[in-house]
């Protein structure tokens, strides 16, 4: 939920600026067509949206056997039902018809006098138009983020347009339903999570029983890859289900103190698999207890950290960035109207400009949180953690050579990508306007072609984040209808629902039902190729997803392994001996002498082949050491070395070679202590 800081900011009064910022931390179908093809319903209600789309939907896959399609890797179906069910106005289906699903909030009618959200995100007193069906006059629109973008009939077009996989990502945040005046049931995440999941499962049936019962509509939930890749090759829409939350399993920090424990997250990540999830954001917006989550800037970040306060009890904590990665700066920008909810006494910090990062990275339960996703052979969204979380989680994956990372919607640092096309995830950028969407595809486009992997969009529909605005009727190369689709077996004339018909060049990505033309858009202004490698998108999160699901935890040969060390540091209070290294318990080390040229040597007992070595640094780590690997104990042989050690935990790959005896051999300290090591793992793969 939510893009980088792109827009505009217009005033905002006290009480709905802390809104805004804490929510930024979030004609009839003839019926004579019908059914005369697999890919008309039987029975669409009437009335109802058109689709405006001619030509059957391709099926299988191409020549080398790969998906072909787009995906969309952040979209958020069933916010209306989230902060309470009466931020996000109008339902993406309604048994009782169109008229009902597409109607505005109780409280925006007669003339949008009391929407509080939609004058605080759309700026001026917030009136507009509340009735939708069938005029729609005001919405939806791209500018529109409190109205209903998802409905059925609109993801239907995106699915004829050439759409083949849609993230549908459960969201809410339980500040923003609290402090939000109009609400009409409970705060509690879990409880808004397990209700969005479950009309997902209401609207596939809903979908289903139009094309003459279960399984036979074009809208299906899918919970692995090979599942997601047979409904791709029936042409249909493979619908896979996230999570995007602040305190996902109550896992809220209040003074620093953790509001759960390892069996809650367990807990939780099984309910999760069990409603179909199989991919999450661990922090989003608020520091939690799993992570640290990546600064909101400006003012805007100013009003957040106010929220962050009221939230935790703690403003955010900056250091010192590691590496080239940091957080977006917090600044100094006053936010007078959310500062005014703060305590007497209580201001906002101010920061260091060289100080980027947040302080809080991955925490303890987070590690743990992190381990049970790919356990569960889940996929991490890394979108919205902040760098110090994020580089930890991807050591991590490192260390298990775990390819399940995604990045949906432009979140990250973008010095991360090559990073995760390393590990073998995968990155869609946000629905940006199609000069920055082609500019920023370009950009990245050799790393691409360097990992062979397609692109993805993440559209955050309903998430509160405006979408491309129109470029004008007069802009260079317009869309021109109709328009074929990227496989040319579509056209595609501007969508009609009810009496309103939008076109992308005088009105922008209004909703859904546009994307398609988003996509024509973007091909006219940025080019063939990146719609070429947008048509390669379904295919490449597909790869990610099934690597993921297939990864199997390669043994330990370190392990239990007899170990020996230059030194070791003496303590009347606990051991610091060679083998506490290597017994699997990451609460103990091996702690050299405070001095440089220290090593620590195991013996795998009989010679195996080692591609792989972890360490596992405590805060004496080693700026410069090698590995080396001998056959006998006394002849080594270098295979990998640094001399720009950071500390944390290291992955060290190489060519595989035969080896009794692996040894660490520190040579520059990084710190005035000795060298100090958690854990090391030795692999054969």
């Not at 409280?107 to 009391?114: A, C, N, R, T």
């Not at 993801?155 to 004829?160: F, L, N, Q, S, T």
């Not at 009409?184 to 979908?207: F, G, P, V």
Request: aromatic share 10%; proline share 5%.
């Amino acid at each position: 939920m939510t893009r980088p800081p792109l827009h505009r900011r217009r005033p905002l009064t006290v009480l709905s600026l802390l809104l805004v910022v804490m929510a930024m931390a979030l004609g009839p179908t003839p019926s004579s067509a019908a059914g005369a093809n697999w890919w008309d319903p039987t029975a669409r209600p009437a009335p109802d949206s058109r689709i405006d789309v001619t030509g059957e939907p391709f099926k299988g896959t191409n020549s080398q056997g790969e998906v072909r399609g787009f995906v969309d890797a952040h979209n958020h179906i069933m916010a209306n039902e989230a902060f309470g069910g009466r931020l996000i106005c109008g339902k993406p289906f309604s048994k009782a018809g169109v008229a009902d699903a597409l109607k505005d909030c109780p409280e925006h009618y007669p003339d949008g006098s009391l929407a509080i959200f939609d004058f605080i995100t759309n700026g001026g007193d917030g009136r507009h138009d509340p009735d939708g069906w069938p005029t729609f006059q005001d919405w939806p629109a791209h500018d529109s983020l409190t109205h209903q973008q998802n409905y059925y009939a609109w993801v239907e077009r995106a699915w004829r347009g050439g759409q083949r996989v849609l993230v549908n990502d459960l969201v809410t945040n339980g500040v923003i339903c609290s402090v939000y005046p109009f609400k009409d049931r409970s705060c509690d995440e879990m409880t808004s999570i397990r209700l969005q999941a479950k009309l997902t499962y209401d609207m596939q049936d809903y979908i289903d029983a139009m094309y003459g019962g279960p399984g036979k509509g074009w809208f299906r939930i899918v919970t692995d890859s090979a599942q997601a890749r047979e409904v791709a090759q029936q042409g249909k829409l493979a619908v896979v289900l996230g999570v995007e939350t602040s305190e996902p399993f109550g896992c809220k920090q209040v003074l620093d103190i953790a509001q759960c424990d390892r069996a809650d997250i367990d807990a939780g990540l099984d309910e999760l698999y069990d409603l179909g999830v199989r991919s999450m954001f661990l922090c989003h917006k608020f520091d939690n207890a799993l992570c640290g989550v990546r600064f909101d800037e400006g003012g805007l970040g100013t009003a957040i950290n106010v929220g962050q306060f009221l939230s935790t009890g703690t403003f955010w904590q900056t250091e010192k960035c590691a590496g080239p990665q940091h957080d977006n700066p917090i600044g100094g920008a006053a936010a007078p109207g959310a500062e005014k909810e703060l305590p007497a006494g209580v201001d906002v910090p101010s920061y260091d400009e060289d100080a980027q990062c947040n302080k809080r990275g991955l925490t303890e339960l987070g590690e743990y949180a992190v381990r049970g996703l790919m356990k569960r052979k889940m996929m991490l969204e890394i979108d919205h953690m902040g760098v110090k979380a994020t580089g930890r989680a991807l050591d991590i994956f490192e260390a298990e050579s775990y390819p399940g990372v995604i990045s949906s919607h432009s979140w990250m640092d973008l010095n991360w990508t090559e990073r995760v096309y390393r590990l073998g995830g995968f990155i869609a950028q946000y629905m940006h306007g199609s000069e920055e969407f082609g500019a920023e595809a370009a950009r990245t486009k050799a790393l691409r072609d360097k990992y062979d992997v397609g692109y993805g969009y993440g559209t955050d529909m309903n998430g509160v984040g405006g979408w491309p605005a129109p470029r004008g009727a007069d802009a260079p190369n317009p869309v021109t209808y109709p328009f074929r689709s990227t496989d040319g077996t579509a056209v595609l004339d501007r969508q009609t629902t009810g009496q309103r018909t939008w076109d992308i060049n005088t009105d922008g990505a209004a909703h859904y039902g546009l994307v398609p033309d988003w996509i024509e858009d973007i091909r006219l202004v940025a080019g063939q190729g990146v719609v070429d490698d947008l048509f390669r998108g379904a295919e490449s999160y597909l790869d990610t997803w099934g690597a993921a699901e297939r990864h199997q935890a390669g043994v330990n040969l370190a392990k239990g392994a007899p170990a020996s060390a230059s030194s070791s540091e003496s303590s009347i209070f606990t051991s610091y001996a060679p083998g506490r290294a290597v017994d699997g318990d990451t609460g103990t080390r091996w702690a050299s002498d405070w001095s440089d040229d220290q090593w620590l040597r195991i013996d795998l007992g009989s010679t195996r082949t080692v591609k792989r070595v972890t360490l596992d640094w405590e805060r004496a780590y080693a700026k410069s050491y090698r590995v080396e690997v001998s056959a006998n104990g006394t002849d080594w042989q270098s295979v990998w070395s640094t001399t720009a050690g950071d500390g944390g935990l290291d992955t060290a790959r190489f060519s595989g070679v035969p080896a009794r005896y692996v040894r660490v051999h520190g040579l520059d300290r990084g710190t005035d202590w000795g060298y100090s090591l958690y854990e090391v793992g030795v692999h054969s793969s």
